[in-house]
Each structure stands twice: as structure tokens, then as C-alpha cells.
DNA sequence: TGAATGATGCGCT
DNA sequence: GCGCATCATTCAT
């Protein structure tokens, strides 16, 4: 870490509640030291998943080779393949034992725009990685990097000076099960926010319009 | 403006 | 086989 106003999160970071976790982490940095370059982005939208309980959690229904990495030690990276051609990244919590942790769904490039897949000059910057596949896409990432510890050097989590994000809770999005839970949270201020979602939520989107 | 749908592959019952 | 923590596109209103 060169700048010194940039602090990697450590591991007792990840090992808390889930829910506490989660609320922290919107404004926080994602760093990826990826083969074709650095990519930093902040982050503006999480949801919780949270143990065996969270009928909308991978880990209801027990340990699988899939989802072994949440019940392991916190600070390390879940990633999982879905709808056939999307990747999810997540954030394990909680201590060793609990299967918990946090889905990042959206965030704000900071770095390395031109190495992001899918730039397109023109295109707007808040549509990079605006979803969790989309992220996924756009920062390289796949199942290859499912189990990095985040506390590495290849796939880490900065706390960096700048002003704190005003954060809403709301429904997780996507999910059949669960949805009376609000543990979706993501930074009001920011227009990178997903797109998908009931128009309560999309509501938070500032309009394009007056 | 919002609902419906197809793409596409894998994990789990 | 079914369903999925998604997304871009198409269609209806």
C-alpha cells in the first residue's frame, strides 16, 4: 500500500456480525491486482446472507463443496457461478463455524476504467458495476479467485479517507425466501446502484429526469 | 415505465 | 430435471 491514507481492512474486520459487516462495507474500496492490471472501485451496494437460518442463504441446507468457503475463517472470498453465465462475489463473515457472508452488488470505479471488461468509451462509468454480475464481468473475476484470502494481496478491501456514505436498508433483491428481511444496504447518494428490483427500491435511483 | 422472457451451465434433489 | 443471490432485450400499457 503506498498511500498511507489507505488502510486494508484486517481480519477481525470480516469477523463480526454479518449484518454489522455489511453496513461497514458500503464505502469502503475493493482492490484488484488482476493479470492485466489494478482495478479499484468503492462500494455502494451489499447484502447480507446470514447462516443456517436465512432461508435465502447457499448455506440453509448445509455444507457443500460449493459452499465450504463460508464455513470458514472470515476474510476470505466466496465466489460463486450462476444463471449459467454470471459470477457472484462475496465476503466471508462471522468466526470459523458460522457459514455467513456478504454480497457485493454494486460499486464506483475508481481505477483502471480501461482495463475493465466491458469499457466502452462513451459509456457512462456508474454502468460498470452496477450488479453483481456485472461487477463480477468487469473486475475479472470467476470462480478461479472463489477462496482468496481477503487480507492477500491480490484481491483486498481498503478503508480509505473520504466522507461517509448515508446508508439505507432495504429488501435483498432476487431472492424467493427471505424478503421481510431488510438486509440489503447500499449508499443513497450514489447512482451506481443496481438496477433490478421492485420501483421502491429503483426509486432510489436519482430520476433523469427533473 | 414496467412486466415478461430468453440465454446458458451447473449444483443439488 | 429443476431452479437459480442476473442481465439485456422485447413487448405491453
Not at 162 to 169: D, G
Amino acid at each position: 500500500m503506498a498511500n498511507r491514507n489507505h488502510h486494508k481492512l484486517p481480519r477481525r474486520f470480516y469477523s463480526r456480525p454479518t449484518l454489522d459487516v455489511a453496513r461497514d462495507l458500503v464505502g469502503k474500496f475493493i482492490v484488484h491486482e488482476s493479470p492485466s492490471g489494478r482495478m479499484a472501485a468503492r462500494i455502494v451496494e451489499v447484502e447480507a446472507y446470514i447462516g443456517r437460518d436465512d432461508p435465502a442463504c447457499h448455506a440453509a441446507r448445509g455444507m457443500t463443496k460449493r459452499n465450504e468457503v463460508m464455513f470458514g475463517r472470515p476474510g476470505f472470498s466466496y465466489v460463486y457461478f450462476i444463471y449459467g453465465m454470471y459470477h457472484c462475489l462475496n465476503f466471508v463473515t462471522e468466526p470459523e463455524g458460522s457459514p455467513a457472508a456478504v454480497l457485493l452488488r454494486a460499486a464506483e470505479p475508481v481505477d483502471g476504467l480501461d482495463i475493465m471488461a466491458g469499457y466502452a468509451p462513451g459509456k457512462p462509468a456508474q454502468e460498470l458495476l452496477d450488479g453483481p454480475g456485472k461487477f463480477c464481468r468487469s473486475f475479472q473475476l470467476t470462480r478461479d479467485h472463489n477462496g482468496l484470502d481477503l487480507t492477500g494481496t491480490i484481491l483486498y478491501l481498503e478503508d480509505r479517507k473520504h466522507k461517509p456514505p448515508s446508508v439505507a436498508a432495504s429488501p435483498r433483491i432476487g431472492i424467493r425466501e427471505g424478503r421481510n428481511l431488510l438486509w440489503r444496504f447500499f449508499d443513497q447518494n450514489s447512482n451506481a446502484v443496481s438496477r433490478t428490483g421492485p420501483a421502491a427500491i429503483r426509486a432510489t435511483k436519482p430520476s433523469h429526469r427533473a
